[in-house]
């Protein structure tokens, strides 16, 4: 499976529209990889997932229009957009694409910045016109997904704790193949209890005929279900309920969210939450459906390696569920997986191949892996790997949750490999277990003369998890080789930014 694809110069001679086409295309047909590998520091030092979105605008300030564009993305290139980071900003920039939410891990957070900078007038004139093939809304492998069937969603959490962590085991036919490291994508459903409840605001049937945003027509409650997005209702979709509330009060408040004016209320709001707020808000139902954007499948580090599970796909997922605006609110894949998927149900997934997370190709090089939480998920495929491919490489892991007795996750597995030597190193981070909150990046600390030692022999590093951990890792590890190679934080810096244009600092984080 190819591990990336080329994208054409700037200096090629097309638009943005038809570089940003060309490339998809390219990725999509190379491999079926989503994008290629990162660019180089020195080209995009935004191009970090670590980093806040206000250090990466600060530092394509100057740059091109497109470039700053691409700085508000959330720079994964994981493909959920359709585009890689890149070439969706590029097409933004060209007018070629209108929509400004497909950034899925990015968030409101993006939304907003794409939004504020594409109304910003342009500096540099405009691509010569020039007629362009349309972009891709998806990639190939996520429009064309393949079945698999659910096995089951095992609960890995034990009684007392606070979270509800799934190992979901999905069968798998010849044609669903991936390597360790690869993300799988699967197209969840809706929450039927939500869609009747947004039906019934409306005043609609389910069996109402409407033409779908993905150029579909299917029955309303159908739509709902598996095309729309109502957990994120776009701008546009804002806009209509505004302009459809004869309420002035209403219709200047939804105008504000639909703007993202700062402050403006309900932060968050699904489609359901808007209709309950707004009750003047009835808009004709085609006209709000056609304005919803597609829902978007979710992506999970996969978490076994085929090598040790043939025929299988193994996730480790965080069952999401929260209470806001009065009302308990559950993530799409997450309660999809946990809750209503039935065993034996077909479930149309895809593999999204890892494009910079992958492991050394000699198996005698040691490795470092920092997951905690669902973070562990990559790791645990790792290790099956290494340990089906018999590679002699040390392997350290650094794992945490809030508490061992409930959160150790996958626990007699990992004493298992500690025991027989595959895992030279285990260290445990359990955060609610004393007083002081303890996690991985402290752990790290009190280990920094041996961390120091391993990567100086020439280790590989890895980190999988939440954006906000990754940055404690990173800060946690200038610190130590500052203190340990007797360096200036500058000089760390520069040396971690040296491990990561040699393939030695891999970083999978959401």
Avoid at 349 to 361: N, Y
Wanted: net charge negative; with cysteine.
């Amino acid at each position: 499976m190819s591990e990336s694809a080329p994208l054409l110069p700037e200096n090629a001679p097309f638009s943005a529209a038809q570089r940003a086409w060309i490339d998809g295309w390219i990725a999509a047909h190379l491999g079926g990889a989503a994008a290629p590998a990162a660019a180089p520091a020195e080209d995009f030092p935004w191009h970090d997932p670590v980093l806040p979105l206000e250090e990466r605008l600060r530092l394509a300030q100057g740059r091109t229009r497109e470039h700053v564009l691409m700085a508000a993305m959330a720079q994964l290139d994981c493909g959920q957009c359709g585009y890689l980071c890149r070439t969706y900003a590029a097409a933004i920039a060209s007018g070629a694409e209108t929509a400004l939410v497909r950034c899925v891990p990015g968030g409101k957070e993006t939304a907003r910045a794409l939004k504020e900078l594409a109304a910003e007038p342009a500096t540099a004139p405009a691509s010569p016109a020039s007629p362009a093939p349309p972009p891709p809304s998806a990639q190939p492998s996520a429009r064309a997904p393949l079945p698999a069937v659910f096995a089951g969603a095992l609960r890995l959490n034990r009684d007392g704790s606070e979270k509800d962590t799934r190992h979901v085991v999905f069968r798998t036919t010849g044609g669903l193949a991936y390597e360790v490291g690869d993300s799988l994508g699967v197209h969840a459903a809706n929450c039927p209890e939500l869609v009747a409840a947004v039906i019934e605001r409306l005043g609609a049937h389910p069996a109402d005929a409407v033409d779908c945003p993905d150029g579909t027509r299917r029955s309303l409650g159908e739509a709902l279900t598996l095309v729309c997005d109502i957990g994120r209702p776009s701008d546009a979709a804002v806009e209509v309920l505004a302009s459809r509330a004869p309420d002035y009060d209403e219709c200047q408040r939804l105008q504000a969210l639909a703007e993202g004016y700062p402050g403006a209320q309900p932060e968050d709001a699904d489609l359901l939450d808007l209709l309950l707020a707004f009750p003047s808000a009835r808009p004709p139902v085609q006209e709000l459906v056609s304005a919803l954007d597609v829902l978007q499948p979710r992506l999970y580090s996969i978490a076994s390696s085929p090598k040790a599970v043939a025929g299988e796909v193994h996730l480790t997922v965080a069952a999401v569920r929260y209470r806001r605006h009065g009302r308990l609110r559950k993530g799409i894949a997450s309660i999809f997986l946990a809750e209503r998927a039935a065993a034996g149900a077909e479930v149309p997934v895809f593999i999204q191949p890892s494009h910079g997370f992958r492991l050394p190709e000699d198996g005698a090089a040691s490795i470092i892996m920092i997951g905690p939480g669902t973070g562990i998920a990559p790791f645990r495929a790792f290790l099956q790997e290494r340990r089906a491919l018999g590679a002699a490489g040390r392997n350290w892991l650094f794992f945490g949750d809030q508490r061992r007795h409930a959160d150790f996750l996958y626990e007699e597995e990992l004493a298992g490999y500690e025991r027989d030597g595959l895992l030279t190193r285990l260290d445990l981070a359990f955060s609610r277990d004393q007083s002081e909150r303890l996690y991985v990046q402290h752990r790290m600390r009190e280990r920094s003369a041996e961390l120091w030692s391993w990567l100086e022999d020439g280790a590989a590093l890895y980190v999988c998890g939440a954006a906000s951990m990754a940055r404690d890792v990173d800060a946690a590890l200038a610190a130590i080789i500052a203190r340990q190679g007797q360096r200036s934080i500058g000089e760390a810096k520069a040396y971690l930014a040296g491990l990561v244009r040699d393939k030695r600092y891999q970083r999978d984080v959401y």
